[in-house]
């Protein structure tokens, strides 16, 4: 790619490209299913591409050897490890890992609740509440009124909700008394009602007796998305505090002091659930391996090209923060967040959504006003830089799980000040998400030429834990590269936005999701 457009010199410039054109080639010879052995011929002078940045600092001279040669050891199905002398001055090492998009490395496997015996003898409530507990659910209420069943709980530990419905039906039918006709089941997230389940006894028994599909179950049932406040009843095994820590690695590429930049180690997320929908949220970051900096200067409208500033630090504060997330029987979402809303911004965030047909389309708007933070100072704003960041939105969703696509857009004002759009395609694999994004804004008020005419692009991918780890959870990776370190189309990086809150918990996902309502299920 050259600037904002695309170029093929083998097209475009046939005659440079035959003048610099070379053969290059290579053999691999798999002297066992475990051991290979590699030579290729590579005729790159690399001394003479002088607008390579790296060519000064390490290709003065022309290199040794233009043959490679390597050994690639394959301990596992899933694992490539590469020992190799390059350009006959160099050793090293690479370690691969490869796997279908999607597929666990390690089947998903979470055994089934067993019943202690001496369990038995308590109350049904009692029961019940200890089975959901143990099973991964928390905020548990149990209720019992003549024929009727009512179960209300937060699921802590299932990627799928319909996996957690799958859990909570199999111990229902184990454990609740045969007098029960009518179940009512209600997911919450932090006491807010995600969606209610109801469904008969029989309908429950006949699906475990396999009388029933998933679908044919799911169909019998009625859900309601719409219900925003969750039946009263006395709740146990609250879960006021919750923590995640999970490792991480951001990069910052390509940069004139060195291609490779990055920074790795772990970051928390810690939460105070304080009441219904309100939570306190602080995200501590420790990165012990961290080499990133950079010998370009911030352009001058920096809303983001101050990055290297705030990244280059060992410890970092991103979130420091009380989000309050609202949503009434309508199925209208809201969300404020108020606090240090991310590594470089500080200030308030807010925003409003609504699903459409079934969760088929989602609309919303939102806004951000913010000040720059200090990146030496983690509590602090910077002295000068007096300016107040604002943006507002509006926000658009197209769902389309028959093909497991999304499509979004938002438009409006965004950080630096430019009117236009950001359009992203994202496909889901299983808890994989792919997606890429292009921004098509009005950059004529950027002061310098690197800004203006720039359309913010990149891709991201998400993964979650549950893939890696051999049993489910909620938890995930998130990882995302852009070409080019612009302010063009930037926005602030959001906590907990509405249209990953609502997520798949809609109809029309929910009906996708059948298929992993088995407790057993390894996937």
Known sequence: SQGEGFQIELFQNPRSWARDSQFFGGIQWAISDHYALMVEYNPIRYHKQTSDPAQAKYFQDPVPSQFNYGLRWKPFRFAEVDISYQRGQELGINLSMNFDIGQPMIPIYDPPYREKQE??????NKRLTMALHRSGFSSIGILIDRNDLWV??????YYYSTKAIGVITK??????????????ITLTDNGIAVFELETTRFDIAEFYRDKLTAGQFLYLARIDTAKGRPPDMPIENKKPFDYMVKPSLQTFLNDPSGFFKYRLGAEALVSWRAWKGGSFVAGPGVYPLNNISTVNEPLLDNVRTDIVDYQKK???LPRLLFDQVYKTNNEIYSRFSAGYLEIEYGGLDGEIAKPLKNGRFVLGLSGTLAKKRDPDA???FKDDDKSAYYTSFVNARLNVPEYEISFDAKTGRFLGGDLGSRFSVSKFINGVILTAWYSVTDTSGFRDSYNRGYHDKGIALVIPFRLLSGKDSKTTFNYAISPWTRDVAQDINHYNPLFDFIGRNTKIFLDRDRGMMYKQRIN
């Open 119 to 124: 369990d038995k003898a308590a109350p049904i």
């Open 152 to 157: 209300r709980v937060q699921n802590d530990k």
């Open 171 to 184: 111990i229902i039918n184990e454990i609740a008394p045969r007098h029960i006709e009518n179940i009512h």
């Open 314 to 316: 060992k410890f970092s």
């Open 378 to 380: 983690v509590f602090a």
